[in-house]
């Protein structure tokens, strides 16, 4: 499966502390791109990173990417109550029509 | 901006019904779309690729003629649930990809909530 793997699968921290999540993957990737889904609601895109990038930043988030151990992080430095949600890591492959494939994410509570 | 519009929210139907979904790009035009189912607390499972002007392609598993997708204009795709019955609860998202985009960076719909009785 080319599904990637998120960890932890559930975190809670207190506002103003960071938020740290990881997500593996099998094979190898275009690039990866990480959403954000609050409860009940559809997927947000976040951010994207390609294979030749090792980190980017937007804002608070902080992604981060290392082809050779197939994995990725993304960091919420100063997190508040409303970044509550579910976080997904998903996979973009060159030979797949657009597809991605999303990882099992992270629920996220940020306890104000 | 890139906005999905997806409707309905929510729909209850009684079993047997069928139910269709539909999926709006507002402001962009989509050649391709995605439908995805999501069981509480899980990840996004991929149904099936809807492509403007042809056949979807759909997942290994996914039955075509349960799920039927039309993607008729570059700005709205549709997936009907045939005959729903009660396991076909569940949440269901589409996603959409921009025309000539050069990374597969989806948009997507609020979701729609089957509840099949």
């Known amino acids: 499966s080319q599904q990637g793997e998120e960890d932890p699968q559930a975190l809670s921290i207190q506002e103003g502390e960071n938020a740290t999540m990881n997500c593996s993957y099998k094979t190898s990737i275009n690039n990866l791109q990480w959403y954000r889904q609050n409860s009940g609601r559809g997927l947000v895109h976040l951010i994207l990173i390609r294979s030749n990038e090792r980190e980017k930043h937007s804002g608070r988030l902080r992604v981060t990417l290392d082809t050779s151990k197939k994995s990725s992080s993304l960091l919420i430095t100063a997190s508040r109550a409303a970044d509550t949600a579910s976080y997904f890591c998903a996979t973009g492959y060159n030979t797949n029509a657009g597809k991605s494939t999303f990882g099992d994410g992270t629920t996220l509570t940020v306890k104000p | 901006g890139a906005v999905v519009s997806q409707h309905p929210s929510w729909v209850i139907c009684k079993s047997g019904t069928s139910v269709k979904i539909e999926c709006r790009s507002l402001?962009?035009?989509?050649?391709?779309m995605f439908w995805y189912r999501q069981f509480p607390k899980q990840s996004l499972m991929l149904m099936a690729t809807?492509?403007?002007?042809?056949?979807?392609?759909?997942e290994q598993g996914v039955e075509k003629d349960k799920f039927l997708i039309n993607h008729a204009s570059l700005t709205l795709s549709t997936l009907t649930v045939t005959s729903a019955h009660p396991e076909d609860s569940s949440f269901y998202i589409c996603?959409?990809?921009?025309?000539?985009?050069?990374?597969?960076?989806?948009?997507f719909g609020a979701g729609t909530r089957l509840s099949v009785l």
């Open positions: 809807s492509n403007e002007g042809s056949k979807a392609t759909y």
């Open positions: 996603s959409a990809r921009k025309a000539r985009q050069g990374t597969n960076i989806q948009y």
């Open positions: 402001d962009f035009q989509a050649t391709t």
